[in-house]
């Protein structure tokens, strides 16, 4: 006999239920989501009345059981106690989450401000905003950096607040900061609490997250505090000039860390019997063309008597700082250096030529700081036809060289002879046997004064400060000593950077290990699977 | 709630999964491909740098979306489809206690597995006296993918409520599993932040991988976890309650 | 001890169970004897708590089915029609479990004992998944009496074994009335006769009937229908046959005759009278069994 397929009234009434409640479902779903009422979202309305309609008509003693039957009842309460649960877990949730509660576990402190960025942080006087541009696609990255930056709100009371803006949503902020996707900034907060934008300071966020910021908050403190005064008034190299010449790389690094520039005319102080200003932390002679005059020498033994820094930078040719002029002799007896008229020649060339003088000897300061050729080469300093530097023994001051040359160097004295032909050669009694020295420093601890002294000027051009970085280094760390600039902003690193650790262990170790956990612990798992099956089998 | 109701069910389970050859198998898998990440990171590491402390938990935050199901998928469908199930519920045990007794018992395995990995793992190193890794932050990565699994336990088990075949059931919870964890990505394609963040938050991944996995731990994943783990029981208890008035 | 009152259950469109009230006795074995897709094994699930009535209510000693689910639970042995089995367990272990699950005290010693009365000790150690279907059953019957319920329900215990293990199983249940309040269903009406102490009758969800199996019996087969084997030449022992008073219709049924005989009359004696006068030996005379189709016809058709 023939099954015939027959369409009951019940099973059309269940169809238009499915039907008519899903259209609904959908409509109202899809109502929420673009919030407005589209033609879709009617139409899928309207089938799903048509479909309850018809649900109710063909069945309605089902449809009455549906809605109000016991099955009725207990599904909708199934289905609100769920959602209740719900809601009661996720206020629990974000109540715990506005409470903050973490726990650093690892090792290092990844997680944990150190001491040193406490105490800068707990010296704040001032707001501080920091903030982020992360685009919806970097929101991990957000939510690792804001561990950090809720970490340095909570340390500060408050004084720093953190800030995230979406580059792609607001590109008119984002240009302001010239920010791209990642990039983070902090500044000072204006009253209205808005950013202050003249403070705006990009902070480099490389791996040590925490070192980064502190020391940027640092840096944005120090910010205005420390100025630099380059003379211009002897032919001095330009801090606006912008060819290989010019010394203009030198100055935005100053300004990038916070050093106000200022030009000095040292010139019309002396004339007018001016003072050099007294918020100069540090001047900056850079190959002066003219020779310094007594009066000149008078204001500059003057404002270092205040307990400032100067930085002079001589040069080949010598057109000026004579071994026997003026300054030479007051820095010879108020300082116990001395400029000489000499070209320092490396024999055994370690640089290019033999007049590309490289640091050969170095020793431990604040000025020749990260600069270590021989853990990286690249940090040497390396002068192109430097004079040497001649450092009393017995000294007025403290004093000191620096860096040197190598003992197999000399300092070649025929001055003529060099400029004529460019030859040079040890001539034994007239010329001075190495190492000598290249950078010299002193410093008055009565008055706070401080002088550094360097034979050449070439490392400051914008051709040579970076190749190699280690003439960088060393302009900095010059300008950071002198204003004791480093004093306030340094970061000494916590443990763990420098000394991380890293794993090692010899061929027949690693061997033993991957045979443990690669061959033992699957294996026996293994076999005692089989063993249970085989055991299985016999029952 | 009864404990002994619970303690019981527990007890069948467990002795359940030491005497099924599928459940070694499962355990063997694991642990072969966890060996092969541990090894693979010392690999990578030698002389250069550290060992990542998170390395295999950082895999399992993928992995759970394949072998918390394969725990998890006989749990209720094979009740069901055996018919024990109808068995069970005529004894003076409450449904909630054959829930949390099967939960229990399948967390209880997927630990045992994570500790062995973590002891074996962690003690080698510990062992080298060439190096020290970081414990604190391993334990922190450690705790953080026990928690995961729980709610990725949960959302299988809930699966395997919902039918009598394990099959489906297996297929259902890895694919809400593998949902939960790609919404990590939703920022790629999602216009605003703020909705790239929302979606992140209620994911499994946006709780564990920048902070378990870096080793901080915050309570508010571990609640998030632990929420999970408890709603996706109470839609079960409901789930298996129903066949009472279905 | 069982007390059910309008029991009614709507499986969506379709009704299960129409107003179905019956009582069991403490100590009472009743049988529910229907056919297949008749009520039995929903009226049991109710019974149970597995599930709750659409409407009427179910006690089971002295609690409410819905109201006191856990009681009853407590007080109830059950053995679905098809015992569910965990295949990778052992006897033992699937007893023990249920024992513990069941509350019993001192559940090693309670095992040891119900397996020695259904007698699978020896396979105490053998898997689920080995056991044959009779073995089975034995099971179940276990894990029913594991706890020493005040009621036992038994759901077509006798299906799909081999006729050795049917007739075991039946003595059992009636050694079990001895102890217990034993509902247990059937399909077989001779079955329901051997065991049960009273007989209900449900057929679409809805009470037949009800009373002692002999009443029954009495009231559905009073003895017209007859099964005889005469030796002797057929046209001679039809004759014989027809002559008997109260006899209506005779015919051949395989190597006998089925006799039927006027609604009510009980011709068994007389047939045996008839057949000794005309000096044939009378081989074999028994009741056609009634099936159950046949009762409901014959209960609707007098109701009708």
Not at chain 1, 253 to 260: E, I, S
Not at chain 1, 437 to 458: A, H, I, M, Y
């Amino acid at each position: 006999m023939r099954d015939e397929l027959v369409i009951t009234r019940s099973n059309l009434g269940q169809l238009a239920s499915f039907v008519g409640v899903g259209a609904l479902l959908m409509g109202g779903l899809g109502w929420l989501w673009a919030g407005w009422l589209s033609s879709y979202v009617q139409i899928a309305l309207v089938i799903g009345i048509v479909g309850v309609a018809l649900w109710v008509a063909l069945t309605p003693r089902e449809f009455i059981d549906f809605v109000s039957g016991r099955r009725a009842r207990q599904g909708t309460v199934a289905v609100f106690s769920v959602l209740l649960f719900v809601g009661i877990v996720g206020m629990f949730y974000i109540f715990v989450e506005r409470a903050v509660i973490t726990l650093d576990m690892t090792e290092a402190g990844d997680f944990t401000l150190s001491a040193e960025s406490r105490r800068v942080l707990a010296s704040l006087d001032r707001d501080i905003r920091i903030t982020g541009f992360y685009s919806p696609a970097r929101v991990a990255t957000r939510e690792l950096d804001d561990q950090f930056f809720r970490q340095y709100e909570i340390e500060s009371n408050g004084r720093i607040t953190r800030e995230y803006i979406d580059p792609v949503r607001q590109p008119a902020i984002a240009t302001a900061f010239r920010a791209q996707d990642g990039d983070v900034f902090i500044s000072f907060v204006n009253p209205d609490g808005t950013v202050d934008m003249n403070s705006v300071s990009y902070v480099p966020m490389i791996d040590r997250q925490e070192r980064d910021m502190t020391l940027a908050i640092s840096r944005l403190l120090a910010t205005g505090t420390f100025s630099v005064y380059f003379d211009l008034s002897l032919g001095e190299l330009d801090p606006g000039d912008m060819s290989s010449r010019g010394i203009s790389i030198f100055t935005q690094l100053l300004q990038a860390n916070g050093f106000n520039t200022q030009p000095l005319d040292l010139a019309q102080l002396a004339a007018t019997n001016g003072q050099i200003p007294m918020d100069a932390s540090a001047v900056i002679i850079a190959r002066p063309q003219t020779e310094i005059t007594p009066a000149m020498v008078r204001v500059l033994d003057d404002y270092l008597r205040r307990g400032g820094g100067l930085f002079l930078a001589a040069d080949y040719p010598v057109t000026a700082i004579a071994e026997d002029s003026p300054f030479n002799d007051y820095l010879w007896n108020d300082w116990g250096m001395r400029v000489l008229d000499t070209v320092v020649v490396e024999e055994i060339a370690t640089g290019p030529t033999p007049l590309d003088v490289v640091s050969a000897i170095i020793y431990d300061s604040d000025i020749s700081a990260s600069i270590d050729p021989e853990f990286d080469l690249d940090s040497r300093t390396q002068f192109r036809i430097t004079r040497s530097i001649a450092i009393d023994d017995d000294p007025p001051v403290f004093n000191g060289s620096v860096i040197m040359s190598s003992p197999d160097s000399f300092g070649e004295t025929d001055l003529d002879t060099l400029a004529r032909t460019n030859d040079f050669g040890y001539d034994d009694g007239a010329d001075i046997p190495g190492p000598l020295t290249l950078v010299g420093f002193s410093s008055n601890p009565e008055t706070g004064g401080r002088v550094v002294v360097v034979g050449d000027s070439d490392f400051l051009t914008d051709g040579q400060i970076g190749s190699p970085s280690g003439n960088a280094y060393l302009s900095m760390n010059i300008i950071g000593w002198l204003t004791e600039y480093t004093q306030s902003v340094s970061f000494a690193p916590t443990a763990g950077v420098g000394n991380v650790p890293f794993i090692f262990v010899d061929t027949a170790t690693l061997d033993r290990i991957v045979f443990g956990t690669l061959i033992v612990l699957p294996g026996v798992t293994l076999l005692l699977g089989l063993g249970v099956w085989f055991v299985r089998r016999r029952r | 709630m009864s404990v002994s109701g619970i303690w019981i069910i527990f007890r069948r389970e467990i002795s359940q999964y030491f005497a099924s050859p599928v459940a070694y198998l499962i355990a063997f898998a694991f642990f072969l491909v966890t060996g092969l990440i541990y090894n693979n990171d010392i690999t990578v590491s030698l002389t250069v740098k550290p060992t990542d402390p998170a390395a295999v938990p950082i895999f399992l935050s993928f992995g759970v979306i394949f072998f918390a199901p394969l725990l998890t998928m006989r749990l209720l469908a094979e009740e069901q489809r055996e018919r024990t199930m109808e068995l069970l519920l005529t004894a003076p045990v409450r449904d909630g206690d054959i829930v949390l007794g099967k939960f229990l018992s399948a967390w209880f395995y997927y630990s045992l597995l994570l500790g062995v990995t973590f002891v074996v793992y962690q003690g080698i190193l510990i062992g080298l006296d060439t190096y020290t890794p970081d414990i604190g932050h391993a334990l922190a990565a450690y705790i953080g993918i026990w928690l995961y699994g729980g709610a990725a336990l949960g959302v299988g088990l809930m699966f395997s409520a919902t039918t009598e075949n394990q099959i489906v059931a297996a297929f259902l919870s890895m694919s809400t599993l593998l949902l939960l964890w790609l919404g990590d990505l939703a920022g790629q394609i999602v216009a605003s932040v703020e909705l790239a963040e929302f979606i992140r938050k209620l994911t499994l991944q946006g709780h564990f991988s920048t902070s378990f996995a870096s080793g901080l731990f915050r309570a508010e994943d571990a609640v998030f976890f632990a929420g999970i783990m408890a709603v996706t029981l109470f839609v079960t208890i409901r789930i298996v309650e129903s066949r009472r008035w279905r | 001890m069982i007390e059910a009152k309008a029991l009614t259950k709507r499986y969506g469109v379709h009704l299960a169970l129409d107003g179905v009230t019956f009582n069991a006795a403490p100590g009472e074995i009743l049988g529910l004897l229907g056919p297949n897709g008749a009520g039995k094994t929903t009226t049991m699930r109710i019974l149970t708590g597995y599930m709750p009535p659409s409407s009427g209510t179910a006690t089971v000693a002295g609690f409410d089915v819905l109201d006191d689910s856990m009681e009853v639970r407590r007080r109830v042995g059950y053995m679905p029609e098809r015992v569910p089995i965990y295949p990778d367990m052992t006897v033992q272990g699937y007893v023990m479990f249920w024992a513990r699950l069941r509350g019993v005290r001192k559940a090693k010693a309670r095992v040891d004992e119900v397996l020695e009365r259904v007698r699978l000790t020896e396979r105490r150690n053998s898997l689920l998944r080995n056991l044959s279907k009779g073995l089975v059953q034995r099971l179940g019957l276990a894990q029913a009496l594991v706890h020493e319920p005040d009621v036992v329900i038994l759901d077509e215990p006798t299906i799909g074994i081999d006729p050795q293990q049917v007739i075991e199983v039946r003595e059992y249940v009636r050694q079990l009335g001895r102890d217990h309040t034993v509902l247990f269903s059937t399909h077989i009406l001779s079955e329901a006769e051997q065991v049960c102490d009273r007989v209900v009758i449900i057929n679409k969800g809805r009470l037949m009937a009800e009373g002692k199996p002999e009443a029954l019996r009495r009231q559905l087969d009073p003895g017209d229908h007859i099964y005889v084997m005469v030796r002797g030449e057929v046209k001679r022992v039809r004759g014989v046959l027809e002559k008997i008073a109260g006899v209506e219709r005779v015919e051949t049924n395989g190597p006998g005759f089925s006799v039927r005989a006027k609604k009510g009359t009980d011709v068994r004696a007389r047939i045996a009278e008839g057949v000794a006068a005309a000096n044939l030996p009378l081989i074999e005379m028994r009741p056609v069994a009634m099936t159950l189709e046949d009762i409901f016809l014959d209960i609707v058709g007098r109701e009708g």
